[in-house]
């Protein structure tokens, strides 16, 4: 059954939000359980677990139909502390337990055994801070090469050179057990490792995927990350809050609007500072607009993989119109920078509605092509139709989200369900999701949000209305010691950001969640059984950013 949330009283001592699922979390071994205030925290519910109760206290939010959205590494000094964060099914609670670990042993137990998509976040973490995960199934670097001796994101690190030893040698990673099964019988072998990537248009970035393969089929498969790496959440300890806008727009590169909200709304939760309505405005307009683009972009370049060049070039003919758009607002086509706290940083042209109107009654005409030309192609059919089904259960214990998981049909968008704009709920729109779980429905619940976000524009142009598109913000920006999570809706998923502040004006830690990260971590499930084609139907469905995930 579904936790209701209990109302809450404004009085000194709260009554506790969600008591049952308080009482379930203590029960199963979780220490200092409290509820606590969404609006400030972004979280619902915290926990301290030791490492003796952590499984079993995932275990019970698994039951209860909770998703693993990100770990978060910190040093606390002398300490390590392993935040995991989990969210319910559509309007349900967010959770956070803490683990602590000492500096000596730095070892927790992995939840592998609980939640698959635990995998490349303790790795991360690994990869970070030196953090070891018992019975962790492949414990080794993943943004980092394998050689490399140090842990960036810890408190004394303040750089290192890489030294990569005469004698590396790139071993194959997969489990051989299947092709050692395969010369049982003959004596003979007939599987062979593939590289595709790092240098590969299908992989939509610097992606190396190892497939193990018997002929076309494949036996099983592992990604290599991290060829982008550029370290961005140790920066965001070296730069002041409104230094580290601009980083925000190179993690997505196709959709940057969206990230210059998700890290506003980031600061105007943990400082309350509030937007203007002119601004909010704006900001919905331009990030629907970053989403018709970014999907544009995925529609082009996926039916470029299958091997369709015509709607490429109409597709990109569309989304440069909005590009159009936002380098006259914004002064860039791509590193807009253009959202800030308290609101946006400039106001718009004289004919800025009238062009966008423009541009969206041609739109709503070019929908009805791409639906012919695409989703009504017998090919585009055969290449996506039951190919790299994720089911259900799959998509919440990976912490998939945006198109991939309502693809897979579970009815969840932020921007409903987790409003971070009052305009959302004003607004008619629709949340299309679809139940196959298969590249086709990935693909048709982005033809859809195409049109939904069009009627979400040409609402907004009509609220647009006239005053200051920027609240007053302090000169010195500093944000007051707490903890802080906010999430917006991006066209891949769920962009979370975590902010443990110290009253300074720089973060202590600064944790950005990316939907392409838990996105892309699914294909390892999906390949075995595919033939090596499918690979490229997959990936591209999943429409993942490598230098989002690299960060």
């Known amino acids: 059954m579904p936790l209701e949330p209990e109302a809450v009283e404004p009085v000194a001592e709260q009554k506790a939000v969600y008591p049952e699922l308080i009482e379930r979390l203590r029960k199963a071994g979780a220490t200092e359980v409290s509820s606590l205030d969404y609006s400030k925290s972004g979280m619902d519910v915290d926990a301290q677990v030791t490492p003796q109760s952590l499984c079993a206290v995932a275990s019970i939010l698994k039951h209860g139909h909770f998703s693993l959205e990100t770990l978060v590494g910190v040093d606390r000094q002398p300490e390590f502390e392993v935040l995991y964060l989990f969210k319910a099914d559509n309007e349900g609670p967010r959770v956070k337990l803490r683990a602590k670990t000492d500096r000596e042993t730095a070892t927790l137990p992995t939840l592998t055994n609980v939640y698959g998509g635990a995998d490349w976040y303790e790795r991360e973490v690994f990869d970070m801070f030196g953090v070891n995960f018992i019975d962790h199934p492949h414990l080794r670097p993943l943004l980092l090469p394998h050689f490399t001796k140090f842990h960036p994101l810890r408190k004394d690190f303040h750089g290192a050179p890489i030294v990569i030893p005469e004698d590396t040698v790139e071993i194959p990673e997969l489990d051989v057990q299947a092709a050692t099964k395969l010369g049982q019988s003959t004596g003979l072998r007939s599987d062979f490792f593939l590289n595709m990537g790092p240098q590969h248009p299908s992989t939509h970035g610097v992606l190396r995927i190892l497939l193990h393969v018997e002929g076309e089929t494949i036996l099983g498969g592992r990604c290599h990350l991290g060829y982008s790496h550029r370290g961005t959440e140790k920066l965001a300890e070296k730069k002041q809050y409104v230094q580290f806008l601009p980083y925000t727009d190179r993690m997505d590169y196709l959709s940057p609007l969206n990230y210059n909200w998700g890290f506003a709304r980031l600061l105007e939760t943990a400082t309350g500072i509030e937007s203007t309505p002119r601004a909010e405005v704006l900001r919905v307009i331009m990030c629907e607009l970053s989403r018709i683009a970014s999907h544009l972009v995925w529609l082009g370049t996926y039916l470029l993989d299958l091997g369709a060049i015509t709607p490429f070039l109409y597709c990109f003919e569309d989304r440069e119109r909005i590009l159009t758009i936002f380098e006259r607002a914004t002064g860039q086509r791509m590193t807009t920078s253009y959202i800030v706290a308290g609101g946006v940083r400039n106001d718009v042209y004289s004919t800025f509605s009238l062009e966008i109107s423009e541009l969206m009654r041609d739109m709503r005409k070019r929908l009805v092509e791409y639906d012919k030309l695409v989703i009504g192609n017998e090919i585009f059919l055969m290449r996506t139709d039951k190919v790299g089904i994720i089911s259900p259960e799959l998509a919440i214990e990976y912490g998939v989200s945006g198109p991939c998981l309502r693809g897979s049909g579970v ?120 033939r090596v084609a499918d690979v490229v139907s997959i990936l591209g469905s999943l429409d993942v950013i490598i230098p989002e995930i690299d960060r």
């Open 411 to 530: 009815d969840y968008d932020a921007r409903r369900d987790e409003p971070y704009c009052e305009l959302y709920k004003e607004l008619e729109w629709k949340v299309p999701f679809e139940t196959g779980g298969d590249c086709l429905s990935r693909s048709r619940v982005r033809m859809a949000e195409l049109e939904q976000s069009v009627n979400l524009v040409e609402q907004a142009l009509l609220k647009l209305e006239d005053g200051p598109v920027r609240s007053k913000v302090p000169k010195i920006f500093k944000v007051p010691a707490g903890e802080y999570y906010s999430v917006t809706e991006g066209p891949r998923g769920i962009i979370g950001w975590y902010l443990i502040a110290d009253g300074s004006q720089i973060p202590y830690r600064l944790k950005v969640r990316v939907p392409s990260f838990a996105n892309l971590q699914t294909v390892e499930q999906l390949m075995p059984g595919t």
